[in-house]
T-cell receptor, first 112, second 113 residues
Framework: SQKIEQNSEALNIQEGKTATLTCNYT??????LQWYRQDPGRGPVFLLL?????KEKRKERLKVTFDTTLKQSLFHITASQPADSATYLC???????????FGSGTRLSIRP | SQTIHQWPATLVQPVGSPLSLECTVE??????LYWYRQAAGRGLQLLFY??????ISSEVPQNLSASRPQDRQFILSSKKLLLSDSGFYLC????????????FGPGTRLLVL
């Protein structure tokens, strides 16, 4: 079955540094991979989508890479701020079943 | 712009009692609608999805059911709650043909005692 793993349950970094979160998947080649942000007690919010034929996508301080050979996506937040502290979810689009598979998330904490 | 509402925000129910959670979407027509459950520290588990009024697909066998009586209304129900039904329930919508991106509601925290 399709499996998606976010390697770190939690990540703690200093304000101003770049945060890098990892997402690995197995048994499938998704057409799309996405990243969502979830704050405590709230629903996830869509951040970025990257297609299988795209290597990299940027949005302000966010950057996502997608390596279909390694079956991995990296999510970077540059110049991190305490307001970036949240749980970040990776999700892949399983087109044959028409559904999204979510990872369990990485809890990111940015300390001042 | 589109808005998605869920209520109640928090619910404490005894085992064996019924459940009704409601989700409504504004600002769009004919959305795909979804119910997810998120256990603490776990990923999102898809429970039901609907592509139109009265059309419900169930992802996992369970104690819950869903209904879509109107285009932008999605209801999650149970006749008798179990302890294992506790969790954070999220409703989401997507555009037809753009199902890969979903927009989530604020969620309902359910505690079954």
């Amino acid at each position: 079955s399709q499996k998606i793993e976010q390697n770190s349950e939690a990540l703690n970094i200093q304000e101003g540094k770049t945060a890098t979160l990892t997402c690995n998947y197995t048994n499938y080649s998704p057409a799309y991979l996405q990243w969502y942000r979830q704050d405590p007690g709230r629903g996830p919010v869509f951040l970025l989508l990257i297609r299988e034929n795209e290597k990299e996508k940027r949005k302000e301080r966010l950057k996502v890479t997608f390596d279909t050979t390694l079956k991995q996506s990296l999510f970077h937040i540059t110049a991190s701020q305490p307001a970036d502290s949240a749980t970040y979810l990776c999700a892949l689009w399983w087109s044959s079943a028409s559904k999204i598979i979510f990872g369990s998330g990485t809890r990111l904490s940015i300390r001042p | 712009s589109q808005t998605i509402h869920q209520w109640p925000a928090t619910l404490v129910q005894p085992v064996g009692s019924p459940l009704s959670l409601e989700c409504t979407v504004e600002g769009t027509s004919n959305p795909n609608l979804y119910w997810y459950r998120q256990a603490a520290g776990r990923g999102l588990q898809l429970l039901f999805y609907s592509v139109g009024i009265g059309q419900i697909s169930s992802e996992v066998p369970q104690n819950l059911s869903a209904s879509r009586p109107q285009d932008r209304q999605f209801i999650l129900s149970s006749k008798k709650l179990l302890l294992s039904d506790s969790g954070f329930y999220l409703c989401a919508w997507s555009v037809h043909g753009r199902e890969e991106t979903q927009y989530f509601g604020p969620g309902t925290r359910l505690l079954v005692l």
